[in-house]
């Protein structure tokens, strides 16, 4: 995608900012920067042109900066495919808020990894629903009514209190699932009226929490493939 | 001399290749079974089909009690012409070819130093042939890498195979690569000597296709790997959403650590507050007045509601609602004063004046502050339409308080 970028635009935008005060190209951010302080996760997927923006460690120098005041700084996830804020320093409030958010990630945990499960199942891909992935509740209606156990699990996972569906109609279930997804900035919905969603890297930042979560707990959860497999061919 | 037993070989050799030919197209169908099954079936073939495709090579029988079998070549043929991805092999025998290459150069040398130019011109004929069957080779092997690579290992199903299949596809980038080292253009250039016909196949073609190879086969390799890990982070990341739940489902009241709570916070689990930038309508900056205006005209006109029937209340509400009662009656009489002002033209008014003049109920300095206020609570374009001028004296010669005794207002 982005190598369809215009050459010209790219070069203009360059010439800009080289010539452009510290204060001015912070400017040109005010939109980015505002996104990331209410909370929003930035990548590649959600917004493009931010994510190239702050893959420049000038600018995130700068952003940083720009934060500093406001007890904030930017963090990455280890793949670098998403980018946040956190605090810049952790007092007694802060910690006492990421208590509580913590708490609110783990009951999430099992939900959010069923329906990657169920994802994975329903449209026979070979993986976890991964950033850049299209998913369409059409797609996950149609194989929901040709499959009993299917259509099962969904009923049960949109009735979790994360997701919270009342209805027992397969579509407005479905549509609290996704709307619910999109609200915590796992899923993009590029026009509003259309009903196709991209999978945004915020899945990446879930995908390493829980692994942090089995390293730190040790739990018997094992990711690699049996190492049998290797010693077949 | 040794023109004529030539040409009457090749032209037998062309009768013979254009009949066995058409026997693959004659028994397409039980060929096709046989490619997709493990056998050819025999029932539709009679004898002496079977007999003529077991001379052509197209059949074969491994064995007098077993059945027919395709020959290899010709499953690869098919394999080939259906870009069977799952079947097709990748086959660049570099060192085999050159050997061939070598001998025919030498046999090329000999006839033309015999001078026998027809030999000459066959010799350098299967070397093109040899030539382009090397290229076609490597095309052939990088197309089926390119097309697995572009469809993702579709042919096979589960990941473990798409991952198998990926390590055999980068071993054969090996074998090809390896293949091309095999080729030494100092040697080539050595042997085709001052000879321009060979030097151009042998040397210039060669090398600029080979380059082509080379670097196809260098970016092929590239995105193999890259698909590799991914192939492996899906595996990965399959295995440990599913052993994590999995494991949630068993443990329904697993609660970990409160990371939070440690000296060092780890930094995934380090996420601020959102912050909501909030902003306002301000009208303390001009040039946006204007914008603000339009802003307000494009308001969409509240729905007509009936007037709300209001119990009686209690009484201090009732004297608030007198006191803005009263507040907006000094308004809108100070408005009228700022009329009457327009209306004068250019001629200065003296607000005490005013109020005498119209015999106005309101104190001396509440009508003054009143006048005062609205002239500062104008938009300033409106402001700079009058000059309001104060008529003020000082109070004591020892600070500088100032008493407003009157002021005249006028069209600037």
Request: glycine share 6%; with cysteine; proline share 4%.
């Amino acid at each position: 995608m982005s190598q369809d970028m215009n050459p010209q635009a790219e070069s203009d935008e360059a010439m800009i900012s080289a010539h452009a005060s510290p204060e001015r190209s912070l400017v040109a951010l005010g939109p980015l920067v505002e996104r990331l302080l209410a909370g929003e996760f930035l990548c590649a997927v959600s917004d493009e042109s931010a994510f190239r923006h702050l893959q420049d460690e000038r600018t995130r120098e700068q952003i940083d900066a720009y934060l500093r005041p406001l007890n904030r700084r930017l963090a990455t996830n280890h793949e670098g495919s998403v980018y946040f804020l956190a605090w810049r320093t952790l007092d007694e409030g802060a910690r006492e808020q990421l208590s509580r958010q913590l708490a609110d990630t783990v009951n999430s945990l099992l939900p959010l990894l069923e329906w990657l499960q169920l994802v994975q199942e329903a449209l026979g891909r070979d993986g976890p629903a991964a950033p850049g992935d299209v998913l369409k509740p059409a797609d996950f209606s149609s194989r929901c009514e040709d499959h009993q156990g299917l259509r099962e699990r969904l009923e049960r996972l949109a009735g979790d209190p994360f997701f919270g569906s009342q209805s027992d109609q397969l579509d407005a279930q479905l549509k609290q699932v996704f709307k619910r997804l999109r609200e915590h900035g796992y899923l993009l919905q590029p026009h509003p009226d259309r009903q196709y969603y991209l999978v945004t890297a915020k899945i990446d930042y879930l995908i390493d929490l829980v692994r942090f979560i089995r390293d730190e707990e040790n739990l018997p959860v094992d990711d690699q493939a049996p190492s049998g497999q290797e010693s077949l061919l | 001399m040794s023109d004529a037993p030539s040409h009457d070989l090749e032209s037998r050799l062309i009768t013979t290749g254009v009949e066995r030919l058409a026997l693959l197209g004659k028994h397409a169908e039980a060929l096709m079974a046989g490619y997709a099954r493990d056998e050819v079936p025999l029932e539709g073939l009679s004898t002496t089909a079977l007999n003529r495709l077991l001379a052509a090579r197209i059949l074969w029988r491994p064995d007098e009690q077993g059945g027919v079998k395709l020959a290899p070549k010709v499953r690869e043929l098919i394999a080939e012409m259906l870009a069977d991805e799952s079947r097709r092999h990748v086959n660049a025998d570099v060192a085999e070819t050159l050997e061939l290459m070598r001998s025919l150069v030498q046999s090329y040398r000999e006839a033309r130093d015999g001078g026998e130019y027809w030999r000459q011109e066959q010799q350098l004929l299967r070397l093109r042939q040899e030539v382009d069957d090397l290229n076609g080779r490597f095309a052939d092997a990088i197309d089926s890498l390119w097309r697995r690579l572009n469809g993702d290992f579709g042919f096979v199903s589960r990941l473990g195979d798409k991952i198998r299949e990926n390590e055999r596809a980068q071993k054969q980038i090996v074998r090809l690569l390896d293949g091309l080292a095999l080729i030494d253009f100092d040697e080539l250039i050595e042997l085709v000597g001052s000879d321009g016909a060979l030097r151009k196949l042998l040397v210039s073609g060669l090398q600029q296709q080979l380059t082509q190879h080379y670097t196809s086969l260098r970016e092929v390799q590239r995105r193999m790997v890259e698909l590799m890990a991914r192939f492996r982070q899906q595996q990965s990341r399959s295995r440990l959403v599913a052993g994590m739940a999995g494991f949630l489902r068993e443990h329904p009241g697993f609660v970990p650590g409160n990371y939070a709570r440690r000296g060092e916070v780890p930094a995934l689990v380090n996420r601020a507050t959102p912050l909501v930038a909030a902003g306002a309508a301000a009208l303390d900056h001009h040039p946006d007045s204007r914008a603000l205006t339009e802003l307000l005209h494009r308001l969409p006109r509240p729905a007509q509601r009936p007037e709300p029937v209001t119990a009686a209340g209690a009484a201090a509400p009732q004297e608030d609602a007198l006191v803005a009662a009263r507040h907006q009656a000094l308004k809108e009489e100070v408005e009228r004063f700022y009329l009457s002002v327009v209306d004068r033209g250019g001629e200065g008014v003296s607000a005490l004046e005013y109020r005498q003049e119209g015999a106005l109920e309101w104190g001396e300095e509440i009508w003054l502050f009143q006048v005062i206020a609205e002239f500062q609570g104008l938009p300033r374009n409106e402001q700079r339409a009058f000059r309001l001028s104060q008529q003020e004296s000082q109070a004591s010669p020892y600070n500088h308080l100032r008493l407003i005794h009157d002021v005249v207002v006028q069209l600037a």
